[in-house]
């Protein structure tokens, strides 16, 4: 069933003391992941009443791995190409794929694009194409 409400849910766990920090970055991301990003007042305001402040470069770097942590990142973030999945056969519990899976992919097979991953999409003269350099 689907949450309606998922800062209602998420609050009376970030603010339980017994939990660890850890578990309450885990729920913050996964509010993060579920709702495609949060507005940077709103992601502050979690981070200072939950008290992690030291640890909110865990959440932050996800933008890095093309997550919209903030909502206006992802008009201004370059989406990454998609391969598509549909043939793969899966668990029956695994619907998604991560993007970073896709982009090591890319990167064994040297078809990352040079513009994107200027230091990554570059082999080196002796590569014979065996494998991730």
């Given amino acids: 069933q689907k949450v309606k409400d998922s800062m209602r849910v998420l609050l009376p766990v970030l ?73 793969e056969e899966t668990f029956q519990l695994s619907r998604w794929t991560p993007v970073i899976k896709d982009v090591m992919e890319d990167a064994i097979e040297n078809k990352l694009d040079s513009k994107d991953w200027p230091y990554c999409s570059q082999c080196p003269p002796t590569w014979n194409g065996s494998g991730a350099v």
């Fill in 15 to 87: 603010l339980n003391k017994s939990h660890d920090s850890y578990d309450k970055i885990r729920a913050i991301l996964l509010y993060i992941f579920s709702t495609n990003g949060t507005t940077q007042e709103n992601l502050d305001k979690l981070i200072q009443n939950v008290q992690i402040e030291s640890d909110s470069d865990m959440i932050r770097n996800w933008k890095y791995l093309d997550v919209p942590v903030i909502s206006s990142f992802v008009a201004q973030q370059h989406k990454y190409a998609r391969r598509d999945r549909s043939k």
